[in-house]
């Protein structure tokens, strides 16, 4: 189960606050000198910059509530409310800031979601809020509220001029590499989530599995590296990222516009790209999604990688795929795709949780077979089975059966320890209007 330790340190605003400053500049920065892109750009970082207030505003807003004592049935819909926005968070600020790292504003709305999410869990166990939960939710409502008056700052300064940051492009990258540097520094914390996820501290402080032994290469190697794809017309390199996972970082110009592309120092692999373009005429099934986001693994020299999760959120599918390996799914070697659902580009993907945990294992047979899991489930409709190897907390991983089950109107992910025939975790699927979440 997730949940915060106790003894967590406050959110600190401050940093929060400086991050959400340097969005004046980036949101302005990123547009390129194209006209034609730059409209398209200017739009969805415009969308996103209010997705993202109005998101914040409902986490606020729905986080003070329980200020109120009020029934679980009640609290479990506010909790819902507040994971739902976290998500619509997160996604906004993606788009905004693509070329720039913003970790520590994403990290903390993936934290308020996962909090919440962890307490929506208890809940469902017939335990009740601590006060020290309702505390962590207050100190998050009062955050919440100092990012949506720093997005407020925001907002009329670019209704003012969307423009006028552009007279002086290096001067304000400066600035920013000076802020994150000073970000790095400052010793403020936010809660820790004892959760082997690709925004907790239990990554940062792991060393990449699939990187080790790998000779590093300079930049020029990795430009070599990203020109074996035929679709890039030209690279542009903007320096080191000392990220999670030391990287080399480009912009690059394909065929379906302009994006920021990742390679890793360590071994020359591929971490992350993300392409901002217009998607119009959505009119691909989401299984024809699936077959593109599996062939691109291939290409890119993935082996046997399945597609385990599609959340279609209209114009985009957003698909996460594991190794399957004997038959038995490997979820802590993780990658992220998303699909453009009018053409079928790729237009973003993130390897991270893959090159962390990515390596040769040995596995032990089930203790428990197969029948004698399904047999906790006679009263629900099975729709499928399999082996998988599941992360836990303390980077550790065990292996169980997951059921696919559902009951009237209602899916779950049920995983059952196939050593001990214990239930390990249920995930529930919530339908939203920006595709499915897991709860």
Not at 82 to 102: I, K, R
Not at 231 to 253: A, V, W
Not at 405 to 414: G, L, P, Y
């Amino acid at each position: 189960m997730h949940f915060l330790q106790k003894n967590g340190a406050k959110i600190t605003i401050a940093i929060l606050s400086i991050i959400l400053l340097i969005l004046i500049v980036v949101m302005s920065v990123l547009i390129p000198q194209g006209s034609n892109f730059k409209g398209i750009t200017e739009n969805l970082h415009q969308s996103a910059f209010y997705d993202l207030k109005t998101s914040v505003s409902n986490m606020e807003n729905t986080l003070y509530k329980f200020d109120v004592n009020v029934c679980d049935s009640y609290c479990q819909s506010l909790l819902l409310n507040v994971v739902v926005n976290s998500e619509v968070a997160t996604t906004s600020l993606q788009t905004l800031v693509g070329n720039y790292d913003t970790t520590q504003l994403t990290r903390f709305t993936n934290i308020v979601g996962d909090y919440c999410k962890s307490l929506m869990h208890r809940l469902s166990y017939q335990e009740k809020l601590e006060d020290s939960d309702k505390t962590n939710l207050a100190d998050m409502a009062v955050s919440c509220k100092e990012i949506g008056e720093n997005l407020l700052q925001i907002q009329a300064l670019l209704e003012e001029d969307k423009s006028y940051i552009l007279k002086n492009v290096e001067v304000l990258e400066k600035t920013f590499t000076n802020y994150n540097s000073k970000l790095q520094e400052l010793s403020a914390t936010v809660p820790t989530l004892i959760y082997d996820g690709p925004f907790s501290d239990a990554l940062q402080q792991k060393t990449p599995k699939a990187l080790e032994n790998l000779q590093d290469v300079d930049k020029t190697q990795a430009e070599n590296i990203l020109k074996q794809s035929k679709d890039i017309t030209s690279i542009e390199y903007l320096g080191e990222n000392e990220s999670y996972i030391k990287q080399h970082r480009y912009k690059i110009s394909a065929k379906n516009g302009e994006a920021t592309a990742c390679i890793s120092v360590k071994g020359g692999k591929l971490v992350s790209f993300n392409f901002y373009r217009e998607i119009t005429n959505p009119q691909l099934t989401e299984e024809q999604a699936i077959k593109k986001a599996e062939d691109f693994c291939v290409k890119i020299g993935l082996k046997n990688m399945k597609a385990v999760w599609c959340s279609n959120s209209s114009s985009s599918a957003y698909i996460n795929l594991v190794p399957n390996v004997n038959n038995i799914l490997f979820y802590p070697d993780m990658v992220k795709v998303k699909v453009a659902m009018d053409t079928g580009d790729i237009i973003s993907y993130e390897a991270s949780a893959y090159l962390y945990n990515h390596t040769e294992r040995t596995i032990s047979q089930p203790q428990l077979s197969l029948e004698e899991a399904m047999a906790k489930f006679s009263k629900q409709n099975i729709e499928k089975s399999t082996l998988t190897l599941v992360p836990q907390n303390n980077n550790k991983e065990i292996l169980c059966y997951e059921f696919f089950i559902t009951t009237k109107e209602q899916s779950f992910f049920v995983y059952i320890n196939a050593t001990t025939g214990k239930t390990e975790n249920i995930l529930h699927i919530v339908k939203s209007d920006r595709g499915n979440l897991l709860i």
